[in-house]
């Protein structure tokens, strides 16, 4: 996959896990998505989820944001695209932890910093359930 360039409807999950919000004001030149995985850099700004050293992921994003204004990321299980080829998690990875690829896909890698997602919940054919 490749990162948003627009809205992304990420299915929620209801697993009885804790909801949890933070808000964050987005990075200059950044913009988040609406279904975004939103992460916060090294200085607290929220950005998209990447393979970029020192970020950590939060959640969804619950709304599209650009740059300086703020944004809010919740916590939850959420429904992800799956990485392919070495990165496509299986039924077997269940319980692993799981990492970005890009800002709308998981897998079971990551890139050179192995930017964490969250855990896997399940796999499917619609995607991954990963609870941040």
Do not use: W
């Not at 627009?6 to 998505?33: I, K, W």
């Not at 992921?57 to 070495?86: Q, Y």
């Amino acid at each position: 996959m490749a990162a948003l360039t627009e809205p992304r409807n990420t299915r929620e999950l209801h697993v009885g896990a804790v909801h949890y919000s933070y808000e964050r004001v987005v990075a200059a030149d950044a913009t988040v998505f609406a279904g975004a995985l939103a992460a916060q850099d090294a200085s607290g700004n929220a950005v998209p989820a990447s393979d970029a050293a020192g970020l950590v992921v939060l959640g969804r994003a619950e709304a599209t944001v650009s740059a300086g204004d703020v944004l809010v990321i919740r916590r939850g299980a959420f429904l992800f695209d799956n990485g392919t080829s070495t990165e496509a998690l299986t039924v077997a990875d269940i319980g692993a932890d799981c990492y970005v690829v890009d800002d709308q896909t998981v897998g079971k890698l990551g890139g050179t910093n192995r930017v964490k997602a969250g855990k896997v919940l399940d796999v499917t054919d619609d995607g991954v359930a990963v609870l941040i």
